[in-house]
């Protein structure tokens, strides 16, 4: 096992601790916070992977702007006094939880045991090395074949600027 | 070392994970976290599937996720504290006015 390897496998167990941190926290801000820890481990898992330009954009737009809206979110919001009332309020929406971790759970096996439905089979030419040029490539991949998908992108998001511009103008009447 | 597979069984996890947080909390900007989880989850596997097609469309599609996601939060935030100024009340169990 390489070092690569190694960083690897805890760069994976950590990103499945603090996701699970994440729900089991009763405080807001702490849970905000591990979701960050787990975006710099997935940032890391895309290194890993060979999508170096996708760790970046990970750390810069998630962990960065991201997480910074969620935690004035939770600053305008004063959630510190919802601390205690934070998780699994009925017993119902528990066992619903149950319920659907065993569903998934049941379905990955089944998933892990056939192989992943053959979709893995054709892997591609080993030679190609992804990390060689990663900014150019994505980028000729997105100005081509993608190009109308990324003028839609741009346009949704000039519209959500509006649209939030416009509700937090507004006079809201209870 | 089967990394593709791991990264796959992991992106299934981290969605579980993710889908049960919006089960149990019941703290709107924790849901939405638990939301962006599952988002994060399927970007792992279009990432770790491009790794194993040695193909970049996979990560040119989480380029385009990233930002749909990024537009998706700015608006929900903005909802949800729309709702906070007329409530004064961010718990989900008590947001009933649109029951039919």
Redesign the interface.
């Known amino acids: 096992?390489g070092l690569n390897?190694v960083l690897?496998?805890v760069l994976?167990f950590s990103?499945?601790a603090s996701?699970?941190a994440?729900?089991m926290t009763r405080n807001?801000v702490h849970?905000?916070l591990h979701?960050v820890g787990?975006?710099l481990c997935?940032a890391g898992?895309?290194s890993?992977?060979?999508?170096p330009?996708?760790g970046v954009?990970?750390v810069m737009?998630?962990a960065g702007?991201?997480m910074v809206?969620?935690l004035f979110?939770?600053m305008?919001?004063d959630?510190g006094e919802?601390e205690h009332?934070?998780?699994?309020?009925s017993k119902k929406?528990?066992a619903?939880?149950v319920l659907?971790?065993l569903l998934?759970?049941a379905g990955?096996a089944a998933?892990?045991q056939h192989g992943?439905g053959g979709?893995?089979a054709?892997?591609?030419?080993?030679a190609?090395d992804?990390t060689n040029d990663?900014i150019a490539?994505?980028a000729?991949?997105?100005f081509r074949?993608?190009a109308l998908?990324?003028e839609a992108?741009g346009l949704?998001?000039l519209?959500?600027?509006v649209?939030?511009m416009v509700?937090?103008k507004r006079k809201?009447?209870? | 070392m089967p990394t593709v597979e791991i990264s796959l069984v992991l992106a299934a996890a981290v969605f579980c994970v993710g889908a049960c947080g919006v089960l149990l909390r019941r703290d709107p900007l924790v849901m939405f976290i638990c939301i962006e989880m599952m988002f994060n989850a399927a970007n792992l596997a279009f990432v770790a599937l491009s790794d194993r097609l040695k193909s970049v469309q996979g990560q040119t599609l989480v380029f385009l996720v990233i930002a749909v996601a990024a537009a998706e939060v700015a608006v929900g935030l903005s909802i949800i504290i729309a709702i906070f100024r007329t409530e004064k009340d961010v718990n989900v169990d008590h947001l009933s006015e649109l029951k039919g």
């Open positions: 096992m390897d690897f496998v994976a990103a499945l996701a699970v994440v729900v807001t849970a905000a979701f787990h975006l997935l898992i895309y890993l992977l060979h999508a330009l996708l954009l990970q737009v998630y702007a991201v809206l969620f979110a939770v305008i919001l959630m919802q009332q934070a998780v699994a309020a929406q528990l619903g939880a659907v971790a998934l759970a990955l998933l892990v992943f979709a893995l054709p892997a591609g030419d080993p190609v992804l990663n490539a994505v000729r991949v997105l074949d993608y998908a990324f992108v949704l998001l519209t959500a600027v649209a939030v509700m937090a809201l009447e209870s």
